[in-house]
Structures are given as C-alpha cells and as structure tokens.
C-alpha cells in the first residue's frame, strides 16, 4: 500500500488546557493546530479545569478548521476520527470527545478513543518513522512520568514504573513559584540554570538506587522549598540560577539513569523521550549522553510534538487503524485515569 493509499486520520487532543488538531496518514503529518488557553491559567499558578473546557469549546471548531487549510484537505477527505479518552481532566476530555463524536457522525466515518499518553510516545514516529519493537518510552510531563516497555503502540504497552507522587512537569512548576519564576515553570527553569552551576547546591535525588523504575519528586520540591526558607532567614538574595540548575540537575540525573537502566536491563536497543518535559534541552543532553555510552539509540521528538497536540492523537490513531482493530462505539466514555496499558479505550 503506497502513503496515499493510507487513510486519513483526523485527531483530537483537549486533555489538559491546548486544544490541538491534526491530520496524518501512516507516518506522516500533513498538518496541525494548536490553540493553547496557558494564559487564561497564569495568574492562578495552574490550570482551572472549568477555564480550559470553556477555552475548548471556543476553540474547536475554528482549530479543525486550520489543520484541515493547513494539510490542503477538505473534510470529505477524512477516513477516520481518533480523540483522547483519557486520561485527563474531566471537562476537557468532554468537550474533545463530544466533537469527535459529531465529527465521525457526520462524515461517516469511524470514531477510536485513544490514550493520551501513548499519543505522547507514537508522536516520535512522524518524526523518525516506524518505532522498533520493542523500545522503552520515558514519559515526562506534567501530570505524569512513567517508563514504558513499548512492544506494540496500538496492542502491546507495559508500565515499567511511575511517580509515586508528583510527576517531574508538576515539580518544575512549584519549584518555579518558590524562586520567582513565571508559570509553567519547565521553560524559565531551563532557561535560567544554563546560567547556574549544577554542582553548587546538591539537591536529593529520589529513589536513585532502590532497584525499581520508579520516580519520586516530592521530597526534592520539599528540599528546595528549605533550602530557600533558610536562604530568606539570612537576608542573602537566592541565586536563582544555581538553584534552578541544582534542581534541574537532580530531576534529569535520576530521569536518564532510570530510562537507560530499563533498556539494558530489558535488552531494548532504542529509547524514546516524550511529553513536554522533554523539550527540556538538559533532559535531552544529559540523555544524549548516557544512552551513547550505553549504546541505546535515543529518539526524541521535536520540542512542538512533544507539548499536547492533535498530532500525536492522530498518530496514534493510525497505528489503531493499521492495526485493524475495532472503532469504538458512538457511546464512548471518557475516563479520567485511563491507564497507559490501553492504547484503545474500550
């Protein structure tokens, strides 16, 4: 079957607070749009559920209607709808679901309710074609960090270990807070440790050597949180940079040793970061590093793709279609911790 032989997806992400739009066919993205409601949740310091719903259903339609301009098709031309079931927030996975559902009816075309977070991983493969089976997959973003044995992203998706509390995304945003730093926290926090010292201030590292694949960032949010309460009680300026690239240093150190310690210990020659932590350029440096001398391939998306978008929800749409598994019926529900083993929701 030749590219255009293949059908096209038309995918929909409104898991969290960007409304994003894409169309693919097989491996390859012929356009996307992203309409992010960030800015309506800055002066909160976080994301208000009822605000990003509201900002999906101003923002559906019109975003559709830019990624089908921007991929030169008309709907017509669409063979399939996949939409994120889960997980996410409650209301905006409703608000995306709902359109995907009127979408599918009325082009007559088949609906499939895909996880967000294997959406994050199949992402990779528009931009460096068919994954290998298997990979390991690091996944790092706001609400969730977790490693992942990836032998089939449409059927075959195992957790090797996860967060046991905040996820690294969630600490880059308090840490931001506690020194000064605009929310989201993961970009000001990149930027000011490239003009910190990593090895100034030494912060724990969690769960570093407990045998699992397991993360804990709770007790380094709590160690920075110290750490500049003491430096108040002295009356000295924080040395943001250096804080920022102690804490940076400790999140992406445990991150790429546990990541490449799950390749060679699962005999996985290739390893996938995703998630919008992953646009982080230490995280993907220090990961570089590690999986040369380990001797893993490392395949990280571009820092667009990995944020949430409806690429990646496209692209894992089409692996379900390739697959030939069932659609999902016009009943479809939504589920708010859909876990990361079920590529298609039932």
């Excluded at 079957?1 to 898991?15: A, F, N, Q, W, Y």
């Excluded at 298997?134 to 990836?150: E, N």
């Excluded at 998306?301 to 069932?326: F, Y």
Aim: aromatic content about 4%; overall charge negative; hydrophobic content about 45%.
């Amino acid at each position: 079957m030749s590219r255009d032989d293949l059908p096209l997806v038309l995918g929909i992400e409104t898991s969290c607070d960007e409304t994003g739009v894409g169309l693919v066919r097989g491996c390859t993205l012929l356009g996307e749009d992203v309409a992010s409601s960030v800015e309506q949740h800055v002066r909160f310091g976080g994301v208000v559920p009822e605000v990003a719903s509201r900002a999906h259903l101003e923002a559906m339609v019109p975003t559709v209607r830019r990624a089908l301009d921007k991929a030169g098709a008309a709907p017509s031309d669409v063979d399939a709808v996949a939409v994120t079931a889960g997980p996410g927030l409650a209301g905006a996975l409703l608000v995306g679901v709902s359109a995907a559902k009127a979408y599918a009816m009325a082009l007559d075309v088949p609906l499939y309710g895909v996880n967000h977070l294997v959406g994050h991983v199949a992402v990779d493969q528009l931009e460096h074609g068919p994954l290998p089976k298997p990979a390991v997959a690091l996944l790092v973003s706001g609400g969730h960090t977790s490693l992942l044995l990836v032998e089939d992203l449409a059927t075959r998706v195992r957790s090797l270990g996860d967060t046991v509390d905040d996820a690294a995304g969630e600490a880059y945003d308090k840490v931001a807070r506690l020194i000064g730093l605009p929310y989201p926290g993961g970009p000001p926090i990149d930027r000011a440790a490239r003009e910190g010292d990593p090895g100034a201030i030494r912060f724990p590292r969690g769960k570093w050597g407990d045998g699992t694949y397991d993360f804990s960032f709770s007790g380094l949010k709590t160690a920075v949180a110290r750490w500049v309460e003491d430096a108040g009680r002295t009356g000295e300026d924080l040395p943001v940079p250096d804080i920022a690239a102690g804490f940076q240093e400790s999140v992406v150190d445990v991150l790429t040793r546990k990541a490449v310690d799950a390749c060679v210990d699962n005999g996985v020659e290739h390893l996938v970061i995703s998630g919008g932590v992953a646009a982080n350029s230490r995280l993907r440096a220090l990961a570089e590093e590690r999986c040369a001398k380990a001797g893993v391939e490392l395949r990280v998306p571009r820092p667009k793709l990995c944020t949430d978008n409806g690429a990646m929800i496209g692209a894992l749409g089409a692996e379900v279609v390739a697959a030939g598994l069932p659609p999902s019926r016009l009943d479809l529900a939504t589920d708010t911790s859909l876990p990361v083993t079920m590529p298609l929701a039932p």
